[in-house]
């Protein structure tokens, strides 16, 4: 008895090598060009944050769109760069002078040193440490050249990608609509999502640090820190590592105070630090959350350090966008496909019977 044999549709076939093209070329792509994809995140953060006022300008301004994107991209290189700029210029002109002359920064950590040894048996000029301090320096300096070279490249990559989504402002998003796999209510959750979490980090993040800054440098101001600007700088800049946040900055100064038998300004600088610089993370979050993204504060925490190991700086922004969005997906598998596994259930259940 010849038993008859199920062929494979053709169209079958061809999906499956079609998918499979697709994914090679991806992951050809993925490999080349990885060192641009911060580059083409910054763009897409960008573009949400630019596409309303581009869309402002062209449609209700009149504006021609080479114009209007022209304008856009030259305001944020603006706003981007002169805050760096400034902050720079402002660590070069404090910390120039105590690099040419050492002697108080070594008195410092002389400082440092004695009173961890006497206190603590801790040995910070120990052999061993200063091994480990010239190794990381460096392995630091190495890093820092690359960063920059690579910050360059993907800052031309981000602009020169933002300029012709703004040219074709409108488009990514109708394209991303179709794209995505999932109802059209679904695929408005995705976008609502991307929006409002690329919008709540890249103006919440910035401000919380910069709130952060100045209430640090208030306190340093009041309890003997010197070069309060300075140090007001770094704590803002310290609030974007996770975990450590600030600490990086205002423990070492308490820990300084108290080396120096300033031990007044010692407890009121920690407190400071613990109390009022910390709980000023807290208040100004919760007033933003108001207007931004709720955020939980364990997918910021766990997105950024996700984020920057996988996508460095941008990683800020686009860590805690991926965790989010993976629940948000989890979120749409139920709501597409769960009622169909029901369905089929019945269905089998009603065959068997």
């Given at each position: 008895?010849?038993?008859?044999?199920?062929?494979?549709?053709?169209?079958?076939?061809?999906?499956?090598?079609?998918?499979?093209?697709?994914?090679?070329?991806?992951?050809?792509?993925?490999?080349?060009?990885?060192?641009?994809?911060?580059?083409?995140?910054?763009?897409?953060?960008?573009?949400?944050?630019l596409?309303?006022?581009m869309?402002?300008?062209?449609?209700?301004?009149?504006?021609?769109?080479?114009?209007?994107?022209?304008?856009?991209?030259?305001?944020s290189l603006?706003?981007?760069?002169y805050?760096?700029?400034?902050?720079?210029?402002?660590?070069?002109?404090?910390?120039?002078?105590?690099?040419?002359?050492?002697?108080q920064?070594?008195?410092?950590?002389?400082?440092?040193?004695?009173?961890?040894?006497?206190?603590?048996?801790?040995?910070?000029?120990?052999?061993?440490?200063?091994?480990?301090?010239?190794?990381?320096?460096?392995?630091?300096?190495?890093v820092?050249?690359?960063?920059?070279?690579?910050?360059?490249?993907?800052?031309?990559?981000?602009?020169?990608?933002?300029?012709?989504?703004?040219?074709?402002?409108?488009?990514f998003?109708?394209?991303?609509?179709?794209a995505?796999?999932?109802?059209?209510?679904?695929?408005?959750?995705?976008?609502?999502?991307?929006?409002?979490?690329?919008?709540?980090?890249?103006?919440?993040?910035?401000?919380?640090?910069?709130?952060?800054?100045?209430?640090?440098?208030?306190?340093?101001?009041?309890?003997?820190?010197?070069?309060?600007?300075?140090w007001?700088?770094?704590?803002?800049?310290?609030?974007?590592?996770?975990?450590?946040?600030?600490?990086?900055?205002?423990v070492?100064?308490?820990?300084?105070?108290?080396?120096?038998?300033?031990?007044?300004?010692?407890?009121?600088?920690?407190?400071?630090?613990?109390?009022?610089i910390?709980?000023?993370?807290?208040?100004?979050?919760?007033?933003?959350?108001?207007?931004?993204?709720?955020?939980?504060?364990?997918?910021?925490?766990?997105?950024?350090?996700?984020?920057l190991?996988?996508?460095?700086f941008?990683?800020?922004?686009?860590?805690p966008?991926?965790?989010?969005?993976?629940?948000l997906?989890?979120?749409?598998?139920?709501?597409?496909?769960?009622?169909?596994?029901?369905?089929?259930?019945g269905?089998?259940a009603?065959?068997?019977?």
């Amino acid at each position: 008895m010849s038993k008859h044999i199920e062929q494979i549709p053709p169209n079958k076939i061809r999906q499956v090598l079609l998918l499979g093209v697709l994914l090679l070329l991806a992951w050809v792509l993925w490999t080349e060009m990885y060192f641009m994809f911060t580059g083409f995140l910054g763009a897409i953060a960008l573009y949400v944050l630019l596409r309303k006022p581009m869309l402002y300008l062209v449609f209700q301004k009149k504006w021609k769109h080479w114009i209007a994107a022209l304008t856009l991209v030259l305001l944020s290189l603006l706003v981007i760069i002169y805050p760096f700029a400034w902050i720079i210029n402002i660590l070069i002109d404090r910390i120039a002078p105590h690099l040419k002359d050492t002697t108080q920064l070594q008195a410092s950590l002389g400082q440092i040193d004695t009173y961890l040894h006497d206190r603590y048996g801790f040995d910070l000029f120990s052999l061993s440490n200063i091994e480990k301090v010239s190794s990381m320096a460096t392995a630091v300096g190495g890093v820092i050249v690359s960063t920059t070279l690579n910050t360059i490249t993907n800052l031309f990559v981000t602009y020169f990608v933002l300029w012709f989504m703004l040219m074709k402002v409108g488009h990514f998003q109708r394209w991303l609509l179709k794209a995505l796999p999932v109802k059209r209510e679904n695929a408005d959750s995705v976008l609502r999502e991307i929006r409002e979490m690329i919008m709540s980090n890249s103006i919440g993040i910035p401000v919380l640090g910069a709130v952060q800054g100045i209430v640090a440098m208030i306190g340093y101001s009041m309890f003997g820190v010197e070069e309060p600007i300075l140090w007001g700088i770094i704590t803002g800049i310290a609030s974007v590592i996770p975990i450590i946040g600030t600490m990086a900055a205002w423990v070492p100064l308490t820990v300084l105070a108290f080396a120096r038998g300033d031990t007044s300004n010692g407890i009121w600088l920690a407190l400071w630090g613990l109390l009022i610089i910390g709980g000023s993370d807290n208040v100004f979050r919760f007033i933003l959350q108001k207007y931004l993204a709720d955020i939980h504060p364990l997918i910021t925490v766990f997105g950024v350090i996700f984020g920057l190991n996988l996508f460095g700086f941008m990683g800020i922004i686009f860590g805690p966008l991926i965790i989010s969005l993976f629940l948000l997906l989890v979120r749409i598998y139920l709501d597409e496909f769960e009622h169909l596994e029901d369905v089929d259930g019945g269905g089998g259940a009603n065959t068997v019977e």
